[in-house]
């Protein structure tokens, strides 16, 4: 008798010793599934989990390319995928974040002294003002100004996973100041052949004692502008010390170099969404082709009997044609039938919702923002949806301006001073960080129910809940 049994188990036993077996086998082979059910490693379900001890640079680099390739490729041929990436877009720089200066009045001279009011104000519209006209030439091959930019590199830095920017010294005569920014795709970035065996040089970042960057290899010609002969060497690069690089990228793990696609857990769903939508839709033209197969019990002369061919390639088809009234009377042993798909199923509906909102789970986009879909929502749904996306908005939006926007800013005015077309007293450089503070603004975003919200904030603003500063930078002023 089990050790387990209860008085139940003992009563059958006692009643039928073979009932009585039966139940305790019963009963070892219930707690051994419950066994391997309630554990989380190495059962039957979990089989084929494998699993990586890597540290982050060596379990993903092998695989950054692919990561890449299939990304780029959805993005193209995908509107999910293209929507989900303009929709971040948009929510975290929307048409470009704009900088304030901080200047404190409290600022000092060389000597010591506080520079004041005036001066503080003049300096910051003098750097506003100029910073505004070299936004449109910030770009090293003079297509986009620093506002496109910004979409730019934060577009790839979500279908890539990373973007390099370099600041370049650009000298023209159409220039302010000879300081561009030039971008590189990641696969621009690799390590020479002949330096392989450099275990401090990471897939074309090199990097010190700390694993902090210290340069950049860079090709001087893309890999894929051309098909090159033989091996890369060093003089097929570029080596850029870090402090001429920006390279953005979201780090997920300590030590990692490179970046990868943030929304490669969703690149399944959107393949297979891709492929569920080809399926249902040559499903649904087969049916509005009202197909209909012959049926014969004597194939060997039922083709030859039929009139008409169609001729594709080597190949001879027979065919039929209908025509509105019109009868045809079939060979002896023959009978027809007519295809029904029934497509697109009952089920294409609500079964592509589900892959839409899983798809958009890793981007922390609601289906509403995701699908641009607002027919079923209302207003509390509506606020609660986009509240969400705003702070993972926000999140981006810092990132921007702390690993972009402020280099730029500093970089920009510095030079600006240097070359006299920002006037300011002596002691800028001694002072350097007071006279470089600024505050970056997001646009805004628009009001759901403009009457309901302005109510809202102007009671918010009155019991002193959200100052005059907050409520016009959600407004994007």
């Not at 590199?153 to 300081?179: H, M, N, Q, W």
């Not at 006299?420 to 628009?446: C, E, S, T």
Request: proline fraction near 4%; hydrophobic fraction near 40%.
């Amino acid at each position: 008798m089990n050790d387990n049994a209860n008085i139940l188990d003992r009563f059958v036993s006692f009643l039928s010793p073979k009932w009585g077996a039966e139940r305790a086998a019963y009963r070892l082979v219930h707690e051994s599934v419950l066994k391997e059910r309630a554990s989380p490693l190495g059962d039957r379900f979990t089989g084929d989990w494998k699993n990586f001890s890597g540290s982050a640079d060596s379990t993903l680099i092998h695989n950054l390319a692919i990561y890449r390739q299939r990304f780029r490729q959805l993005q193209l041929t995908n509107p999910f995928v293209a929507r989900q990436i303009d929709a971040l877009v948009i929510g975290a720089v929307k048409t470009g974040l704009n900088p304030q200066s901080l200047i404190s009045a409290d600022a000092t001279t060389e000597g010591g002294a506080a520079i004041g009011a005036e001066t503080a104000k003049r300096f910051a519209q003098q750097a506003e003002t100029f910073f505004g006209d070299w936004c449109h030439e910030a770009d090293a091959t003079n297509r986009h100004t620093f506002q496109e930019l910004q979409a730019f590199v934060l577009s790839r830095v979500l279908c890539d996973g990373e973007i390099f920017v370099r600041k370049v010294a650009v000298k023209e005569a159409t220039r302010t100041i000879p300081y561009a920014l030039q971008c590189y795709e990641a696969e621009q970035i690799s390590t020479p052949m002949d330096k392989g065996s450099d275990r401090s040089i990471r897939e074309g970042v090199e990097l010190g004692e700390r694993g902090q960057p210290v340069a950049y290899w860079v090709r001087k010609v893309h890999p894929g502008d051309t098909i090159t002969v033989g091996v890369s060497k060093s003089n097929d690069f570029e080596h850029v010390p870090a402090a001429e690089m920006m390279h953005l990228f979201l780090q997920k793990r300590p030590g990692q170099t490179r970046g990868y696609p943030i929304l490669v857990p969703a690149l399944r769903i959107w393949q297979d969404l891709d492929k569920y939508w080809e399926a249902e839709i040559v499903a649904a033209r087969v049916a509005a082709c009202y197909a209909g197969f012959i049926k014969t019990l004597s194939p060997s002369g039922a083709i030859g009997a039929l009139s008409q061919s169609t001729e594709s390639g080597n190949y001879t088809y027979k065919d039929f044609e209908l025509q509105p009234g019109k009868v045809r009377y079939l060979s002896p042993n023959q009978e027809i039938s007519f295809g029904d798909p029934k497509r697109p199923a009952e089920q294409f509906a609500p079964f592509s919702q589900q892959l839409i909102r899983a798809g958009g789970l890793v981007a922390n986009l609601p289906y509403e923002l995701q699908a641009l879909d607002f027919s079923k929502t209302n207003y509390s749904s509506a606020r609660a949806a986009l509240l969400e996306a705003r702070a993972y908005f926000a999140m981006l939006t810092r990132y921007m301006i702390d690993h972009l926007c402020s280099q730029v800013w500093n970089d920009v005015i510095v030079q600006a001073v240097g070359m006299a077309q920002i006037m300011v007293p002596d002691g800028f450089n001694a002072r350097k960080r007071d006279w470089l503070r600024q505050k970056w603004y997001h646009p805004g975003y628009d009001w759901i129910d403009k009457l309901g919200e302005e109510r809202a904030s102007t009671e918010a603003l009155d019991s002193g809940v959200e100052s005059l500063q907050e409520h016009f930078q959600l407004l994007g002023l």
